[in-house]
């Protein structure tokens, strides 16, 4: 088949690489956010969708909205048959969703009906949850709505971040993205509709979201921590400054009764009280430095058994 890919971040580049060698299909063109700033130089930089297309030598289309006049010609100059999505990051208008004889199909790193949203990853971890998954669908207006075609699962261990877990999705959801676009080519594959019970919702995760509140008890403290690693990351405050927060590991101890916040230092580790067991700390970030052992910071920093973390 034909086909239009859109997508933008790191995690849609393997469901893309996937198509490129499959030998059944033909991608005519690729959809991705317009290039942003990145960096300390706040250069405008291509997306890593669009990047790889850039070197494959695929037509790239970046409009702001693609609802655009001028992305639409090209759309149904394009005919393509089928628009498999990954993380494209704006919502594709009925006018747009009509013009593939296919459809747009959606790869969506959650077992849908759960975590219908923007962070489902991010949510599966936060919840608890012991197993996630992807879920191939047909686009359609509604947000992660559409009847879907295929699914894989993937477990989630007791420490994956949301950066890891993804990562291993991301592998996983291309190839069944690709063999989504094999069966709709070949009529082995019908979309059926998702079921009314079990949804969920996952929306996007602020800054402010990611603060650790140290009156939590520890387990919704590992998990928060998680979930939020890489982006946008666990922090709190130290000597009123900002301090960024890796994962937290919950520490089984009859030594010690630390309040909520107060830290604990030790020669290879530096605990912190919760509102239950205390967390030990992994990596964290000063303003303005790299991510260091917790142990180095409180030796570099001076830190004393007492001091707390807000």
């Excluded at 990145?38 to 695929?58: E, F, Q, Y």
């Excluded at 037509?59 to 628009?83: G, I, N, Q, S, Y």
């Excluded at 309040?259 to 912190?272: D, F, M, N």
Aim: with cysteine; charged share 25%.
């Amino acid at each position: 088949m034909r086909l239009l890919f859109a997508g933008t971040p790191a995690p849609a580049v393997p469901a893309l690489q996937a198509l490129l060698d499959s030998p059944r299909h033909e991608v005519v063109g690729v959809l991705t956010r317009p290039d942003a700033p990145s960096g300390r130089g706040r250069k405008l930089t291509r997306s890593p969708v669009g990047a790889l297309a850039d070197s494959a030598g695929i037509p790239v289309f970046t409009p702001r909205r693609p609802k655009e006049p001028e992305f639409l010609d090209a759309l149904r100059e394009l005919a393509p048959d089928c628009a498999p999505v990954v993380a494209y990051g704006a919502l594709i208008p009925r006018v747009a969703l009509d013009v593939p004889a296919h459809g747009w199909v959606n790869l969506h790193f959650s077992l849908l009906p759960a975590w219908r949203g923007a962070a489902p990853v991010q949510a599966a971890i936060l919840h608890g949850d012991d197993v996630t998954g992807a879920t191939t669908f047909l686009l359609e207006e509604g947000l992660d709505t559409g009847p879907t075609y295929g699914v894989v699962t993937e477990a989630i261990g007791p420490r994956d971040t949301a950066g890891a877990l993804l990562d291993r999705l991301a592998r996983s959801g291309a190839q069944l993205l690709a063999a989504t676009m094999d069966g709709i080519e070949d009529g082995t594959l019908r979309a059926v509709p998702q079921p009314a019970d079990g949804v969920s919702h996952a929306p996007k995760i602020t800054v402010d979201d990611a603060r650790l509140d140290w009156s939590a008890n520890a387990v919704a403290l590992d998990r928060l921590a998680r979930a939020v690693t890489p982006e946008p990351g666990a922090w709190c405050t130290f000597r009123e400054a900002r301090l960024g927060v890796g994962p937290v590991t919950p520490v089984r101890t009859e030594e010690l009764d630390l309040k909520p916040g107060v830290l604990h230092v030790e020669k290879k580790r530096v605990l912190v009280g919760t509102a239950t067991v205390p967390v030990e700390l992994g990596e964290v970030r000063p303003v303005g430095k790299r991510a260091m052992p917790a142990a180095d910071w409180a030796r570099g920093m001076r830190i004393e058994t007492g001091e707390t973390l807000a």
